[in-house]
């Protein structure tokens, strides 16, 4: 485990978790498998394409919510750390978990991070030394504690390939090479099928059955 070295001696009190009260520079919201996400950045981006399909307009009650703080000095958690996952260092404060990623910090000791909270009020951390970086690949570094969010909503995220075809969703799953994004393209060519993902598609439990959807994990497509 890498040791870092730290200028500060707990969560700084400047990177709260954000609340409908907080503004942004930059917001916008997204909407897919009857999930509605915002996020509230300090600076404008541009969206990836797979995120501008799925925007939507904003509103001030959103299931879950993002605002996004730079780091000039690392993330010290005074708790222990809970597990180590690849990359990850996850801790249970206080205010909720907290995932650490070290390897995608800045080298001095700033840290890539997500404060997933109980109220749906969330805080990603970025170092602020490489958000112009970080910025222009917002379409993989969105992907932080996508589990928790997905989970909360009775929704999980399964590496296939959905169609729509007669009114229903028909997934294709298997390993990487396995032939799932073919099998989709199949289906759309010779029988009519709508592809809704192409790599990841997110499954969720409602009071109606289970549905598969498109998301903003596009993956591959």
């Known amino acids: 485990m ?37 996020f509230r950045l300090p600076t404008p ?11 939507c307009e904003d509103t001030e009650q959103p299931d879950a919510c993002y605002t996004l703080e730079l780091l000039t000095e690392p993330l010290v958690p005074r708790e222990p750390m809970l597990q180590s996952i690849g990359e990850a260092r996850i801790y249970h404060t206080e205010k909720g978990w907290l995932h650490i990623y070290p390897a995608l910090g800045d080298g001095i000791g700033c840290q890539v991070a997500c404060l997933f909270c109980p109220d749906g009020y969330h805080t990603i ?31 999980l995220l399964l590496h296939s390939s959905a169609v729509l075809y007669n009114g229903k969703a028909v997934l294709f799953s298997g390993p990487s090479g396995a032939g799932k994004s073919t099998q989709a393209r199949l289906w759309q060519e010779h029988l009519g099928a709508k592809i809704i993902n192409g790599d990841r598609t997110v499954i969720r439990k409602t009071e109606e059955g289970f549905f598969g959807g498109g998301s903003m994990w596009s993956g591959t497509s």
């Open 2 to 38: 890498t040791v870092l070295k730290t200028v500060c001696a707990t969560i700084p009190t400047s990177t709260e978790p954000c609340s409908p009260e907080m503004d942004s520079t930059f917001r916008f919201t997204v909407r897919f498998s009857g999930i509605t996400v915002q």
């Open 45 to 55: 981006i541009e969206l990836p394409a797979h995120f501008a399909n799925l925007r």
């Open 125 to 155: 951390y970025y170092p602020a030394l490489r958000w112009a970086e970080y910025s222009r690949v917002w379409n993989c570094t969105h992907l932080i504690c996508g589990e928790l969010l997905l989970l909360s909503h009775e929704a």
